[in-house]
């Protein structure tokens, strides 16, 4: 049995080491644990982002804006081109030095806008490619999928485009962040203006996507329309990608109503819309009313496959390119002058959620997930386009202003094909997170699983 | 009753559809013995075809205009169009009428796809096993399509149909039953298209000489090439003519459904059940279950159905399969002796 044996130098040295231990700054500490702690913490010069986008199936140009919007945020996080909406934004903690001090890189993969293939894609930029954040994604299914392989292996999700109440409802995660808007707020913002527009007294009949999204937005259009005193018809549910929807546009003829709620995204949007108007839906009079369409949720994209069937149609955006604000104007500038086009509203909330986590990384003073968590959650800001934004801390959904859009009858170009009717303030689409139920789990720290 | 009629005439329009994609593939697997996955392919081409001559009629000369600047600060792009500028007045009716014109153009441009399709790759697998042949033209499926979607991206362009069609037909004033059925002109233009297509290519079958020595090589090759017939000319011509087929149904259809490089995919394999229904070989067949396959999936997607039957719209044309080939192994018309060695 040893005995342990304290002599007058003995304990010196250990007093001076305990004391230097003890006077080092807790970001050098915290750093230095988190280098074991956090998944895929950078140890050289670069820091690697993942952007993980839908490169091909239906949602691929969208995919390609998302990249092109991703692009220009690395290369203004790294001090190049004219900065974007980096001098706009509130938060002032990022310098365009890189994040940290270090120089931003990405890989990026290709989501097939398919969750098993987003869900790989996903696994290999954090195991193979040691990216320490993903963001991108076309669709609720992706983003839910995506999520929760962040969650188990530690990595943020900054998630695109995604609008089912899932993402940051039943289907919440810590690791996952959502800066678009949901089918909720849709709903709450379009109800009151389809009131006022169309008459209190109306038959809805819903054609709905049969997915996570489509069920969403439906439960969210009919609770809004209803609130109005519209009387919901039918509601019947579509397969994803069916292409030809005659056959379930041509009962809506003879049931009765006189409004057809499209709960159609994408490609699906195009063709029952474009399908709706050659029935002759928009010249029929019904009740002894004009016969409506309305697509909650608007893309400027799918507008351009619709073409002239989008005229008149209302619906919901997160954000337009021809918003009067700084942020919006920095953007578009930047935007512009890289790719000719004025960007999307996917491309505007991919470029967010990148300088927002970014951003976090800075205030937070480390990499460290757990860390770069709590810096997100209820954080406020402004100048990125939106408007005054809160992250809340409860869901980690982002609340700001909500946009009422129209197509426009008249318009310049592809690039001008809807027209903000209204801006319905984010108070006023705020929701009390207990009622998509959910629970956000853990913020412990993952080595990637 | 208005509610059943509309779903029929849906039925017989989508059912065009696959009737033509069908009886291309059918040409092809009695002719050459392939199993052509790339067939939607063509089909997907095809409303290429339209998307692209609607392209080149609506090309615009841009000039740079100082005075006004875009959102991003460079000059403002002004735009006029070429050919209203060349022809004026000429030049808008041809854009109006861009998608049925386009069948002219698609025509020749098909028939050259076919071919060199056949010549270049498919008949070097003609003794190949059907696996192999599956799977060549499957990745040639893919390789189309990737290239359909670098140049025209992967969103859906829309097609109109000319003004003049563009609305909708009174159905029920022809059947004295009011405006009850209103229906798009330019899907019944389109039923009655493939009807004269259908009618085009077993009218060419039947009473050319050309045709009767395609008939008769899909009975015997081996004889007819006895009797110093190049047979295998011949089933490159039909190969061209079914890829003909396929794309003037692919052109026909943009102003139904805005055509995107997928398009082909989502019908190859309707096509090919149609195929199987109607009996391998069979184009009678094909036609018949074409039709038959495009108002069972309507019927199937009405309300009424699908609360007694939940998700039946989505699985009918695999049930409807799955009981004729129990009861009718062949199909509806299959010929015995095709695919079963």
């Known amino acids: ?449 | 009753m208005d509610a059943i009629i509309l779903q029929i005439l849906n039925g017989l329009d989508k059912g065009g559809a696959y009737a033509l994609i069908a009886l291309g593939l059918t040409l092809v697997f009695g002719t050459l013995g392939v199993v052509n996955f790339a067939h939607g392919a063509l089909f997907m081409l095809g409303a290429f075809c339209a998307v692209t001559f609607n392209k080149l009629l609506t090309l615009e000369k841009v000039t740079l205009d100082p005075t006004q600047l875009t959102p991003w600060g460079t000059a403002a792009e002004i735009k006029t169009s070429l050919v209203e500028a060349w022809l004026g007045e000429y030049g808008k009716v041809l854009v109006n009428y861009s998608v049925p014109v386009s069948i002219i153009v698609a025509i020749p441009v098909m028939l050259i796809i076919g071919i060199v399709m056949e010549r270049g790759l498919i008949r070097h697998f003609y003794k190949r096993p059907h696996a192999d042949q599956i799977l060549v033209t499957f990745g040639l499926a893919i390789v189309l399509q990737e290239i359909i979607k670098h140049f025209y991206g992967a969103n859906p362009i829309p097609q109109a149909a000319p003004a003049a069609f563009a609305g909708t037909a009174q159905v029920g004033m022809l059947l004295g039953m009011g405006d009850a059925i209103p229906y798009p002109w330019w899907r019944l233009i389109y039923l009655f298209f493939s009807l004269g297509i259908i009618g085009i290519v077993f009218a060419f079958l039947q009473f050319t000489t050309y045709g009767m020595v395609v008939r008769a090589g899909m009975r015997d090759r081996e004889t007819v090439g006895l009797l110093g017939i190049d047979i295998e000319r011949r089933f490159t011509v039909v190969f061209g003519i079914a890829a003909v087929v396929a794309g003037l149904a692919g052109v026909m259809y943009t102003p139904i459904l805005p055509p995107d490089y997928h398009m082909g995919m989502d019908f190859l394999v309707l096509s090919f059940v149609v195929v199987v229904v109607g009996g391998m070989g069979s184009l009678g067949g094909a036609v018949a279950a074409g039709f038959l396959l495009g108002i069972l999936q309507s019927f199937a997607s009405m309300n009424e159905i699908k609360s007694i039957i939940p998700g039946i719209d989505q699985i009918i044309i695999y049930l409807v399969a799955v009981v004729i080939l129990l009861t009718m192994p062949r199909g509806l018309m299959g010929r015995k002796g095709v695919m079963e060695d």
């Open chain 1, 1 to 449: 049995m040893s005995k342990l044996i304290i002599n007058r130098r003995g304990l010196l040295k250990a007093g001076a080491v305990g004391g230097l231990a003890l006077s080092t700054p807790m970001h050098f500490m915290r750093g230095a644990y988190a280098a074991d702690a956090s998944c895929n913490m950078p140890t050289g010069a670069n820091v690697v982002f993942g952007f993980n986008i839908p490169l091909s199936g239906p949602y691929a140009d969208e995919g390609a804006d998302e990249l092109k919007a991703y692009q220009l945020a690395v290369k203004h996080l790294n001090g190049e081109g004219d900065g974007g909406m980096l001098p706009t934004f509130s938060s002032k903690a990022l310098k365009g030095n890189g994040v940290l001090g270090k120089k931003v890189t990405f890989v990026s993969g290709d989501t097939q806008t398919k969750a098993d293939a987003a869900r790989d894609s996903a696994k290999r930029m954090i195991e193979k490619e040691k990216a320490i954040m993903i963001t991108g994604g076309s669709s609720s299914a992706e983003a839910i999928a995506v999520q929760s392989l962040c969650q188990d292996m530690g990595v943020i999700f900054m998630s695109c485009l995604t609008h089912s109440n899932d993402t940051t409802g039943k289907d919440k995660k810590r690791y996952g962040f959502r800066h678009f808007f949901n089918a909720y707020m849709s709903g709450v913002a379009l109800g009151p203006v389809l009131g006022e527009v169309y008459g209190k007294d109306r038959k809805a009949y819903h054609l709905t996507a049969d997915y996570t999204w489509g069920w969403t937005q439906e439960e969210s259009m009919k609770k809004s329309t209803e609130a109005q005193g519209w009387k919901t018809v039918n509601a019947v549910r579509t397969p994803l990608g069916a292409g030809d929807f005659s056959q379930y546009l041509t009962p809506v003829l003879s049931s009765g109503a006189d409004v057809l709620i499209l709960n159609h995204y994408g490609k699906d949007m195009v063709n029952s819309l474009t399908q709706a108007v050659q029935f002759g839906m928009r010249a029929k009079q019904v009740n002894g009313k004009n016969f409506e369409i309305v697509v909650p949720l608007f893309s400027e994209l799918m507008a351009q496959g619709a073409g002239d069937a989008i005229k008149g149609i209302y619906g919901t955006a997160n954000w337009d390119w021809k918003l009067d604000n700084d942020g919006t104007k920095a953007f578009v500038k930047s935007f512009g002058k890289e790719y000719g086009v004025p960007p999307s509203q996917a491309a505007q909330t991919a470029y967010a959620q990148a300088i927002l986590y970014a951003d976090a990384c800075e205030r937070a003073g480390t990499f460290f997930a757990p860390a770069v968590i709590k810096a997100l959650e209820g954080f406020e800001f402004d100048g990125l386009g939106n408007g005054k934004t809160l992250y809340r801390d409860s869901d980690h959904q982002c609340f700001k202003d909500v946009l009422v859009v129209q197509g426009k009858e008249k318009p310049k170009d592809k690039y001008d094909l809807l027209e903000v009717k209204k801006i319905v303030a984010a108070k006023d689409v705020t929701y009390d997170p207990a009622i998509f139920g959910g629970d956000l789990g853990p913020a412990d720290a993952k080595t990637c699983g």
